[in-house]
Structure formats: structure tokens, C-alpha cells
């Protein structure tokens, strides 16, 4: 992946940003509904006004963090990037699982949480997020997949393909670190044995699938 070099942020831009971290922080462990917007300031050593003036308000800082979040969870950029390339698509199919995997693994990161808690719990934003961050990285993967198994692009079972690739990381996604249960353990497994499964099971499905459309 290639690397950007940043250019320094203005006074302005700053605060925004550590506005827009703390708030992903605090939604993903408090809720949107249990997160006072002066808790978010004080926090991000703001006035209490600069959520209203970089955001509009605090709905629209709610959809900024949701937004932020996915797109750090998963980068649609890096996403097409890696279908665009020249690699073999069942390479391009196991940077993508490893890459979600380390993220979702990372109990540091506020991304996966605030992402799962508005799928358990989706908010008058959900729908926005599907449709502008979730469906075009959806589309990129169909892409990735369809190389795989040759399915033609708007045949039913490529969607489908993508459903069974992501249902598991979802499902890691949102596993409440909090609350015992045996799949709070499936955390604990180690990290290149669970990529290691998730990659042979997807290859072996989309290679079924594959047999099943072309028996030749």
C-alpha cells in the first residue's frame, strides 16, 4: 500500500479530528444515547459550541463518527485498490480477511465497537450508512469474489458469496468483549490460526461454488 505524506493540520482541522476520535470513542462505550455532548468536549478539551460549528450538531457528529469508523475499519480507497490490482484474486480475497481480522482482534479500537453497536441497535442513520459506505466496499468485494468463481457480475449467488465471506467477520464484530460466553473465547484464539481457518473455509466455499456454476 502506498503511504501519503500528510500535511499539517490547522488549528481548525485539529480540533475536529479530536472532536470526531474522542466522540468515536465514547459512542462506542457509552452509546450514542448515553454520551452527553459536553463529556465529548471536555474530553477533547473543546467548547462546548464546536461540536454545532464542525458538525452542525450532534446528530450530524453521530453520523461523522459512523461514517469515520467504517472507513477506518474498512477503507474503501485500499478496498478497490487491492481489486484493481494484478495479484491473483485469491490473494486479494486473504489480504482482505487478514486486514478485517487484525482490525476486529484490536480491542484498542473504537471502529469495530461503535460499527456493531449500530448494527444491534441502528439509529435513524443506518440506512445512510449502508447505502454511501458499506454498499460500494460491498460492490468491490463482489468484484474480488467474482474472479474467484467466475460468476458474472449481477448474478444472485455473488451477493450471496460476499454475505457468507463477511457473516463471520461480522459475527466477531459483534461479540461482547464484556460479557462472558463461549464466544468471547473465539477472541482469545490466536490471531493467524483464526485468519489461517476463516481463509480455508472461504476458499473452499467459493471453490464449491465455482464446481457448482461451471461442473466443467
Known sequence: ???RRRTPRSDGESTRARI??????????????????????EE????LAAINYHFGSRDALYKAVLVEGHKQFVSLHDLRELADSALPPETKLERFINAIVSRLLDDRS????????????P????????????MPKFEALERIIGEITGLPRHDPALSRCVISIIAPCLMLMVIDRDQSSPMQAILLHDADALKNHLNL????????IRRHHDPS
Open 1 to 3: 500500500m502506498s503511504t
Open 20 to 41: 470526531l476520535e474522542v466522540a468515536g470513542r465514547l459512542f462506542a462505550q457509552h452509546g450514542y444515547a448515553n454520551t452527553a455532548s459536553k463529556a465529548i468536549c
Open 44 to 47: 477533547a478539551g473543546a467548547d
Open 110 to 121: 473504537w471502529q469495530s465497537k461503535v460499527c456493531a453497536r449500530e448494527i444491534l441497535a
Open 123 to 134: 439509529t435513524a442513520h443506518f440506512a445512510s450508512l449502508i447505502r454511501e459506505e458499506v
Open 201 to 208: 473455509f472461504a476458499r473452499s466455499g467459493l471453490e464449491a
